[in-house]
């Protein structure tokens, strides 16, 4: 069992770019030929490996990473470019794009507001025409049911005076005859 113990600052990541540097071979050769195990100890320039006291589980080593040199860090820093100098005119010219496309998003906005507000109009305008249609079919329909009860009543009361005048023509009649029977019988 291999253990690797870290005493730097740099952080896990530079940890593990080293650790790929050393092969998984030399590591398993030097815990089984440790003549050979003298070679690959300290040949890393940022890295010292110390093996710690035998263990019956194993073979255990300490991975020291030395302080990058302030040579290693000037490689490693990226410079900016150049800031070029901006004149008068070209924030002039910024400034009125800027304006520009403030310009045209607003006009986009009072567009689109725009549009909203006449597609709420036609909606309402749509819902109040259908509202007066309904209501004129409706109020068409009742005049037609009333005008088609005014007529059924009528013809009802037609019918009715008419019974009522047969009835009394019979009523007539019956006392007619009986006035004739009772003249004959007198």
Do not use: W
Request: hydrophobic letters at 35%.
């Amino acid at each position: 069992m291999l253990i690797f113990t870290s005493k730097t600052s740099r952080g896990s990541r530079t940890y593990k770019e080293k650790m790929k540097e050393i092969s998984v071979l030399s590591l398993i050769c030097s815990c089984l030929y440790p003549e050979s195990r003298k070679n690959i100890m300290g040949d890393y320039e940022d890295m010292d490996i110390k093996p710690i006291n035998k263990r019956a589980s194993g073979q255990a080593f300490e991975v020291i990473l030395k302080p990058t040199s302030p040579v290693s860090e000037v490689a490693h820093c990226i410079t900016s470019p150049p800031k070029r100098d901006i004149s008068l005119e070209d924030i002039q010219k910024k400034l009125e794009a800027a304006e520009d496309r403030r310009r045209c998003q607003e006009a986009h906005v009072l567009q689109t507001l725009a549009e909203k507000r006449e597609h709420e109009r036609d909606v309402l305008m749509k819902a109040m025409e259908e509202n007066s249609n309904f209501s004129r079919m409706a109020e068409e329909k009742l005049q037609m049911k009333m005008e088609q009860i005014e007529e059924n009543r009528m013809a009802y009361l037609a019918a009715m005076m008419e019974r009522l005048q047969e009835k009394e023509k019979h009523a007539q009649e019956v006392r007619r005859n009986k006035e004739l029977r009772e003249a004959l019988t007198a």
